[in-house]
């Protein structure tokens, strides 16, 4: 049977919300408990370690919740019919951004203890780096940047329920599906892909600042333009990682009805495999041409983070974020293996984690620390957040967007 007479008779039946044990949820609650009283006691305790570990965690959770958002917008702009399947996976983790938000607003309070150029008398070289660096001009951006990351995030999930329940109540939803060229060959863009397109340049502009502003300026008087782009990149495989993971798992407990197949298990490992090439590749550039300028004010930054112990956390992010998946995830047989995938993408995800605290934590500690009771308090209570975020959408909504009538190609594999 080919896959467009596949996709012709699949039938689409709603699996409905995810069916979580009553225990998780109470798991969530005690982590973010737990975890906000050993916050607020590091901060009485050792705000300077607190804050740097609240960025840290602040920007991980941040990074897997723009993930599903910028994983989403494109899928509209390219018009794909591949990753329908399990897009819902990815707009579930875009409901953890309203929380994202009010942590921003905490986020405030920790300038003066994380950046040396929000304390008083502090002066640069240049002026118009001066002006940048206004602390209210730098909190102000910040509360813009995650603002409209926030306000896609929930029209994008708002547009998805919207077409469900049309499909549900028997209304046709062809007029969501991209359009045919006139020759027949690819697909126009519709218009939620068009105004995809313009989300995704605000974003990459918006995500790249934002980059500069709280975590690069760490270092104030180290620059370099690919940060951006290098913090897009752990953003991106870590992603696909955690969509992979959530696919897994969920397939695993029947709550996707059977809607997701194993070419789509192949599919994301294929996403997670490339991506974490282009994770290295865009690791390697910012150092070859940091090493090949020979700066000063530039190597200082690979300096602090290749010696007095930092130099293995180094290696252990290039085989958790690249040696790894590349080579394990090269066989095709391999990436249909759930213990297989399962081991990766958290591989993936704990490496994502462990580079953010070595961008952040020789910034200020020389040697290296391993993280302490309050930087792991403080994951514990972004943690209970976000998975109270994303399994509080999953079980309130149906695990895949049974309305979008792209869906029996995407389960069928028909994706042109």
């Not at 929000?118 to 910040?142: E, T």
């Amino acid at each position: 049977m080919s896959s467009l007479h596949e996709a012709a008779v699949v039938k689409i039946e709603d699996p409905g919300p995810a069916r979580f044990a009553p225990g998780l949820r109470r798991f969530w609650i005690a982590a973010a408990a737990v975890g906000m009283v050993l916050t607020a006691v590091g901060l009485w305790a050792n705000p300077q370690q607190a804050w740097h570990g609240y960025l840290i965690n602040y920007l991980y959770f941040l990074i897997l919740s723009l993930a599903g958002v910028f994983l989403v917008a494109l899928e509209y702009v390219t018009s794909a019919t591949w990753s329908v399947a399990f897009r819902r996976l990815a707009e579930s983790l875009t409901r953890y951004l309203p929380i994202a938000f009010v942590a921003t607003i905490v986020l405030l309070f920790g300038f003066h203890d994380l950046y040396r150029w929000a304390q008083p008398g502090y002066h640069f070289h240049r002026a118009s780096k001066q002006a940048w660096f206004n602390i209210r001009f730098v909190g102000a951006r910040a509360l813009i940047y995650v603002g409209l990351w926030t306000l896609f995030g929930w029209w994008y999930v708002r547009r998805s329920l919207r077409v469900d329940d049309a499909w549900r109540r028997g209304e046709s939803t062809a007029g969501y599906q991209p359009r045919r060229t006139p020759g027949g060959f690819g697909k126009l863009p519709s218009p939620v892909g068009r105004l995809s397109a313009g989300f995704m340049v605000l974003f990459a502009a918006t995500f790249t600042l934002a980059a500069f502003d709280w975590v690069m300026s760490l270092e104030p008087r180290w620059n370099t333009t690919m940060y951006g782009v290098y913090l897009f990149a752990g953003l991106f495989e870590a992603g696909w990682a955690l969509v992979l993971l959530l696919a897994v798992l969920l397939r695993r407990r029947g709550m996707l009805g059977g809607l997701l197949r194993d070419h789509q298990y192949v599919d994301l490992a294929r996403m997670l495999h490339a991506f974490s090439i282009f994770m290295v590749y865009i690791g390697f550039e910012q150092y070859m041409l940091i090493w090949y300028a020979n700066y000063p004010a530039e190597t200082v930054f690979y300096h602090q983070r290749i010696v007095n112990g930092w130099g293995w956390v180094f290696l252990f992010l290039l085989f958790a974020k690249w040696v790894f998946p590349f080579t394990v995830l090269l066989h095709q047989k391999i990436r249909r293996n759930e213990k297989v995938l399962l081991t990766m993408a958290g591989l993936v995800l704990v490496g994502e984690w462990v580079d953010l605290y070595w961008l952040i934590m020789p910034s200020f500690h020389a040697h290296f620390v391993l993280p302490d009771w309050i930087v792991l308090g403080e994951f514990l209570a972004f943690l209970g957040l976000f998975g109270l975020a994303v399994t509080g959408f999953l079980s309130k909504h149906s695990t895949v967007p049974v309305g979008d009538p792209r869906l029996a190609h995407s389960v069928a594999g028909d994706y042109l």
